[in-house]
């Protein structure tokens, strides 16, 4: 019995130990990348998100420390050593892993691109070479856009927002646009009705801030449609005891109804009976 025993712990003695994972060329580090990377950029690269995609992946990448494996590959020493064609496999299989991880992010669209390429450092050059000058491209343009936003018939909020959606896409292209550009191109983008306060935003002696100029604004635009709705108000009545006065009448037994067609200072009002007969005096509001 103690000789059976004896021989069993021999042989357990005997055999060889298990590798440790330090050992494996699949760490830590890459396994997560490959597990996760897919969840942690969950907008796949498309021909719109290119800088923002690059900017996740780099980030996820260096944040493992495996960014090397986007610059050229630098495979130093005899290939015949054993230790160096170790370290050669190794460096093939996270490699190999990176770019499977990398592929998983990027849509059908623009696979053909990359799917004939070796290296996680030639689908990055190529996907840098192909996008890049699209991305300028789309700066350019929407900087134009941005140039010519006018408010016209929006409301503050809406012009605000178009404002800020067009800011959001230079930035999601690679760019950057100064706070102090986009304050110009919102007042430059204001009616007439504005003049005075762009008037005073210009001439203010300190610096405005973009937060603070939404809320300005905001604040103004309840002022400008007060004064518009008072200037209406007067007006209409002007118009009115004008019309009873000059071209009022009764039309069988029943008195002229004027109508209104235009409420704007500075233009001539056309004034209508009932019937949709103009009268032949006009009512210029100044």
Known sequence: MTTSHSASSSAATD????????????????????????????????TDNYPIW??????????????????????????SD???????????ITDQNLQAAICSTISPTVLPYIIHLDTTHDIWKVLESQFQATSRSKVIQLKNELH?????????????????????QITSAGSTIDSEDIILYILNGLTPAYQSFKTYIQNSPSPIQLENL??????EEIHVNADVARLSTDTLQQAALYASRGCGRRIRGRSVISV????????????????YRLCRKSVLIV
């Open 15 to 46: 055999q060889p130990p298990i590798p440790q994972a330090k050992n494996s060329p699949i760490s830590h580090s890459l396994n997560f990348v490959v597990s996760n990377l897919k969840t942690l950029v969950p907008n796949q690269l498309s």
């Open 54 to 79: 690059r900017h996740q992946i780099l980030k996820l990448l260096r944040a493992n420390d495996f960014e090397q494996f986007l610059a050229l590959p630098n495979h130093s020493g005899d290939s």
């Open 82 to 92: 054993p230790s160096t064609a170790s370290l050669i496999k190794n460096w093939r």
């Open 148 to 168: 010519h936003v006018s408010m016209k018939n929006l409301s503050m909020i809406q012009y605000l927002t178009e404002i800020k959606k067009l800011v959001d």
């Open 214 to 219: 939404y809320a300005m604004l905001i604040n």
């Open 260 to 275: 209104l067609l235009q409420v704007r200072p500075g233009r001539s009002w056309i004034v209508r009976d009932d019937r």
